[in-house]
């Protein structure tokens, strides 16, 4: 299959999640937005690996997953402290960083 | 001897740090160690002086090399002094005069409580003086001139309890920091152009200038002149003198005859060669001489004063003798002679003056005065004598040095040498009529004083021996100190290796200026006894014509210094308040104005949603791509 494919699937899901980040208020859905954003590099990161036949994109795919996952732990935990304190999981309500 | 030069400096330094540091204890004999150090300071003086005399006259210089100063490469100022004839003539006068007004003093001052201290300044004040005419370089001549400054200040303003007499000191010091100015110019000047500022450097130098340097000559002759009229109170700078009469009388003796106003007399033959050498500059000392010695005189015909009516006096004296300075190699000599005599002269009148006020409850008004010659015989025959040398009385001190500087101004040749001598011919007579005004108002005729605020009627007595002594010595002084200097031209032999002489050619033959002065003398005196000692004088003093009542103002010298100078100044300030609060703050809180309202927009940016700033994160993420793309494809 054309490798090409591989790219344009990757920018797909890098829009869709970019959009994501920038039009919801669920944080969740942003979270999620964002290891969408972070998986399409990885695509993109493993076709070019694959293109240029050596494994650099590989091992940095490697290194994106694993820095993705520690994301998600300390990501995590925060929305489940302001859901507490706030009863609302919507990126806008916390505001209150601002002058 | 080297060492010496600096024991005569040393002696009154000495008893100034002692008098002003050691307090109460001192009280009972601080005056007399003031007047011992200073008759010791005499002394070493003399010696000096007799053993110069036993020399030829071109090694008659002596030098002697303290320690450097400032030693800064390039720039060494050194502490060294040099006494040739021209110094050695200021150190007797200094030394001299200065000691018997140290005597006077004595008895004149018995009474002030803080007698010690006076004489503490007095010391300092000849220690300042002595310093300035020894120094062999600008710089410590200039370390000199501002301790003369100082200790005129100290004196004026001795009595400060008196408001008059502390604003009198203050203006002193304000209007010889103008000069002041000029000297410290004219040795930044010297030191730029020729490198240096010792004597020994500078003249010659000076003398042979190139083209190219002759135009500092001139700036460097200009300032020496400013300087010169700030000290010895020449127009424009002469309105400091009148009001220092506020000072103890010994002081205006010291200033007048023996120190300070002297200073700028001996800064200008000092420099002589600078002012040989810019014809420019002479011109302006000509020209300062003359009208001083004109404004002076006619202050003191007007003044009823008889301290500032003596001030007007010397003020127009030392016009004489910076004319005559300003001749070049005809007058420099004569500037001198007259400064000597002058300072016998002046000295002994106001010491006169000074007993006059001790016998009359400190009256200084002339119209309170009158035939007080029965009441102090020794105070007038001393104070007629003074009167007599200073109008020019033939054969009396007066006669021979004034003459010799209205031959020099005849001298000087063309329109230049005819204003001048005539201008000096005026002032002959005008010296000769407020003169003898000071004289019948003061001895003759019959009495006029009166008692006092508090009721106390004067007794006019004679004072004390330690008073008139010096008195007596000074009109001596006075009577035979011009022969003794003119005869044989023994003054012009003296001098001439220091200061040069030329013999000027004259339009008009010695006798006929001497019959010219002589007419002169004879009209201001008769006009002077046919207004005042024919006729009585009123106990108040008439209103009089325009001219006289300006002159009693001091010829509006303070009206124009207030006008010009003060309100001008107070304008000037006001303008740059004005320009401070518009322009200078207006660019800086403008400054700040527009930075904070443009932080105040940019403060809108950060609203707190985060989709916002991922919105510009993702922006500016798109522009760094598309700038690296647009890069590479370049």
Known sequence: ?99 | METLIGLLVAAPLLGAGVLLTGGRRLDRTGHLLGTLLSLLSFVFGAVLFVNMLGKDADQRALHSHLFTWVPVDGFQAQVGFQLDQLSMTFVLLITGVGTLIHVYSIGYMAHDERRRRFFGYLNLFLAAMLLLVLADNYFLLYAGWEGVGLASYLLIGFWQHKPSAATAAKKAFIVNRVGDIGLSVAIMLMFTTFGSFAFADVLPKAQDASATQHATVTGIGFMLLLAACGKSAQVPLQSWLGDAMEGPTPVSALIHAATMVTAGVYLITRSGAIFNAAPDAQTAVVTVGAVTLLFGAIVGCAKDDIKKALAGSTMSQIGYMIMAAGLGPIGYVFAIMHLVTHGFFKAGLFLGAGSVMHGMNDEVDMRRYGGLRKYMPITFITFGLGYLAIIGFPGLSGFFSKDKIIEAAYAKGGTEGWILGSAALLGAAITAFYMTRVMLMTFFGEKRWQPDAEGHEPHPHESPSSMTIPMIILAFGSVFAGALFSLNSRFVHWLEPVTGHSEGDSPVSAGTVTAATMVCLVIGVGIAWLMYGRRSVPAVAPRGSLLTRAARRDLLQDDFNHVVLVRGGEHLTRTLVYLDHSLVDGVVNGTAASVGGLSGRLRKLQNGYVRSYAVSMLGGTAVLVAATLLMRAV
């Open chain 1, 1 to 99: 299959m054309n490798p090409a494919n591989y790219l344009y699937l990757s920018a797909l899901l890098f829009t869709i999640g970019a959009a994501g980040v920038l039009i919801r208020r669920n944080a969740i859905v942003v979270f999620m937005c964002v290891e969408l954003m972070l998986n399409a590099c990885n695509l993109a990161f493993v076709t070019f690996s694959r293109l240029h036949g050596n494994l650099d994109g590989q091992v940095i795919a490697f290194f994106t997953m694993v820095v993705a996952a520690a994301e998600v732990v300390v990501g995590l935990a925060i929305i489940v402290s302001i859901f507490r304190s706030r009863h609302s999981a919507s990126v806008d309500d916390a505001n209150l960083m601002k002058l």
